[in-house]
């Protein structure tokens, strides 16, 4: 699973990865196809998600990556931290545990 690090022109740094909802998740059917998750390293931490995931999105520079970031929405009432975040985003698929 790719993992981006990008710094903002405030210099904000962010962390960029794929979710992807398990087969259990209980979202929208607009978000069952997965986001681009950006969130900051501030205290507290912001994260914003941009729907639907960019082809290409790893390859593409900074530049791009910030381009998205600016596209992207804030999530109110984020929950979980970065690392369980990317943990479940690298899981195996709940029938292959």
Known sequence: ??????????????????????????VSPQLMGGWL????????????????????WEGTTDSGLLEMLIRSHLVLNAKRTTAEALEESSAPPEKER
């Open 1 to 26: 699973m790719a993992h981006r690090t990008i710094r903002d022109s405030l210099g904000t740094q962010w962390q960029v990865w794929e979710t992807r909802p398990g087969p259990r998740s209980k």
């Open 37 to 56: 998750t950006f969130e900051s390293v501030t205290s507290p931490p912001l994260k914003r998600r941009l729907v639907p995931i960019p082809a290409g």
